[in-house]
Each structure stands twice: as C-alpha cells, then as structure tokens.
C-alpha cells in the first residue's frame, strides 16, 4: 500500500509564512511528479505547484513569486514555502503524487488527507 501523508498547516497573519511537507512511502517502484493543490469552501480543487522527478516546477500565476515547491534528494518528498500569505491563500492543501505502484501494480495519482491552511488576522 501506498501513504502520502501531509503536514505543517495552520493559522497565520497575512504577510506570514508557513511550510507544508508531504512524504509518500510504502510499496513505490517510481514517483514521477508530486505537487499540491488547494481547496477553498465554494470553490474547484486548483493546483498550486507540482515539480517533476527532473526538478521542472510549474506553479499557479495567483503564487509565483510567493511560493516555492522544492523535492529531497530521495525524491519521495515534496515541500511547500509559502511567504507573503494572502487570506485568499486560505484553503485545504492536498498533496499528491504520480507514482507506480509495486502492490497493486499500477500507475495512478495517490492523494494525501489535506492540511487546513488559514490566513487570518
């Protein structure tokens, strides 16, 4: 079986920063690009960044600039530095991870649980 387990939401000020972390681990043969998407009350699920296993990142126009994607050297783990937040910003951040599974043996998307993000004075 396949987790992806996501971390490090929370409240903030506007103007603040916050970093969420989301590692994926179990039964992978290969992960190709992990990424985070977010999710406001009333809204579509919208991508915020994703990197690929080459290190090519791709980022919503509403967070370039503010945001940074970054992946570990073993590449099963994808960070989010969110600076200058807006309480637009304010969502459930989900990570997810295109990656082949050993068991079932598959190719798929395997997404985490979500991290509440709030951007609040």
């Known amino acids: 079986q396949v987790q992806v387990v996501e971390s490090g939401g929370g409240l903030v000020q506007p103007g603040g920063s916050l970093r969420l972390s989301c590692k994926a681990s179990?039964?992978?043969?290969?992960?190709?690009?992990m990424g985070w998407y977010r999710q406001a009350p009333g809204k579509q699920r919208e991508l915020v960044a994703d990197?690929?296993?080459?290190?090519?990142?791709k980022y919503a126009d509403s967070v370039k600039g503010r945001f940074t994607i970054s992946r570990d050297s073993a590449g099963n783990t994808v960070y989010l530095q969110m600076n200058s937040l807006k309480p637009e910003d304010t969502a459930v951040y989900y990570c997810?991870?295109?990656?082949?599974?050993?068991?079932?043996?598959?190719?798929?998307?395997?997404w985490g649980q979500g991290t509440q993000v709030t951007v609040s004075s």
């Open positions: 990197i690929s296993s080459a290190g090519t990142t």
């Open positions: 997810n991870a295109d990656l082949y599974s050993n068991y079932p043996p598959r190719r798929g998307d395997y």
């Open positions: 179990g039964t992978i043969f290969s992960i190709y690009t």
